[in-house]
């Protein structure tokens, strides 16, 4: 866990930040190395006015885009185009090409992403103790 981030809040098997803790600025905002995230990648990116990120695919994991502000176009190996706004979700399994474009002229768009390989660990919460379950 890097002590590079100065806004992280940590406490015993925790972290918590605000994105604007992590970086100021287009480009990656390291969630997963400020927070300490070990089971999976997780970054934020910030995209200028206008900007498209390389093609790019990945030899073995898949990935989840959320946006959280902006309007994004992601752009898929077969030619399709999926426009996405704030609250937009894509998932791209890890062959395929992808690339990521601000659809606006004057604003900033902010996606997380999330990657991962290996399959989901399945529901595995438990109550702590002394809680009984609200539903």
């Known amino acids: ?11 015993d098997g925790w972290s918590v930040a605000n994105l604007d803790d992590l970086g100021q600025g287009p480009g990656f ?20 006015p206008a900007y498209a990120t390389n093609l790019h695919f990945h030899d073995e994991q898949e990935e989840l885009y959320f946006v959280h502000s902006g309007r994004i176009a992601i752009e898929f190996g077969d030619g399709s185009v999926q426009e996405m706004e704030a609250g937009g979700l ?16 004057s604003e900033e768009a902010v996606y997380v992403c999330v990657g991962g390989k290996d399959g989901y660990v399945g529901r595995d919460g438990k109550l702590a103790p002394g809680e009984t379950d609200r539903h």
Do not use: C
Not at 1 to 11: F, H, K, P, T
Not at 91 to 105: C, E, F, G, P
């Open 1 to 11: 866990m890097s002590d590079a981030y100065e806004g992280v809040e940590r406490g």
């Open 29 to 48: 905002r390291k969630i997963r190395s400020a927070l300490g995230v070990t089971a999976f990648g997780v970054n934020a990116i910030v995209l200028p």
């Open 90 to 105: 894509a998932w791209v399994d890890a062959q395929t090409h992808r690339r990521l474009r601000n659809l606006s002229d």
